[in-house]
């Protein structure tokens, strides 16, 4: 197994082993053998980097040659520029579709190679949407107010849409984040969250393992 992705993936900001290696080890038991598991998430990596790296002969394109799971979580770094807008002059929903569209098209030429590289061995591809694609709770509400909360989740359910779109139209399963760190949008997710209010703390990154493990075939 592969996880794949930015820094969701490599537990940036968590002093925890990652959602990666906790839902390895729940597989393992739920499967009565062990899971070998690999993780490549880099902090920052946005959806053009990563595709790019699985077409070159990069960690993460060897890793997935060999994985009969792969994890992909990335698409977040790549609306930053969508976030500076909102800090300069505010950003509607007009203002982030460009950036929106893009990373959905990347996750489908992303799932697309990994089937490439899997040359037609049997292979679940899990793609994650996210609860926040920037801060979210009690940190965010604190230094950016209600405004800025109530714009990152509508931005974050079109990019979830996108992402969803694309993962299952190329023969991937789309894993929601949302409603495990934020039921139907009104739950408060600092508990999941880490002191930067950005990231999974260790209990973020069980409930990533969780939902993951929900969607896994077998």
């Known amino acids: 197994m592969v996880g794949l992705g930015d820094s969701v993936t490599s537990a940036s900001n968590c002093d925890c082993p990652g959602f990666v290696h906790d839902y390895a080890d729940l597989l393992a038991k739920l499967r009565g053998a062990p899971v070998?598991?690999?993780?490549?998430?880099q902090p920052g990596l946005t959806s053009v980097q990563l595709d790019q790296r699985l077409n070159h002969d990069t960690p993460e394109r060897r890793a997935v040659g060999k994985a009969d799971i792969v994890l992909i979580t990335v698409g977040a770094n790549d609306l930053i520029p969508s976030l500076r807008a909102w800090d300069?002059?505010?950003?509607?929903?007009?203002c982030a579709a460009s950036g929106v569209d893009a990373v959905g098209s990347r996750i489908r030429s992303i799932v697309g190679t990994v089937?490439?590289?899997?040359?037609?061995?049997?292979?679940?591809?899990l793609v994650t949407d996210y609860w926040n694609v920037f801060a979210d709770g009690d940190v965010a509400a604190a230094s950016r107010g209600q405004a800025y909360l109530a714009w990152s989740d509508r931005l974050t359910q079109r990019l979830n849409a996108s992402i969803c779109h694309a993962a299952t139209s190329g023969g991937a399963t789309c894993v929601d984040?949302?409603?495990?760190?934020?039921?139907?949008?009104?739950?408060?997710?600092?508990?999941?969250?880490?002191?930067?209010?950005?990231?999974?703390?260790?209990?973020?990154?069980a409930a990533i393992a969780r939902a993951l493990l929900a969607e896994t075939r077998g």
């Open 36 to 41: 070998r598991s690999i993780n490549v998430g």
């Open 88 to 94: 300069t002059a505010g950003c509607d929903d007009t």
């Open 115 to 125: 089937g490439t590289l899997r040359h037609g061995l049997p292979t679940q591809v």
């Open 177 to 205: 984040l949302y409603e495990p760190f934020k039921g139907n949008g009104t739950a408060n997710p600092t508990q999941l969250l880490a002191a930067d209010g950005d990231h999974p703390n260790g209990a973020g990154h």
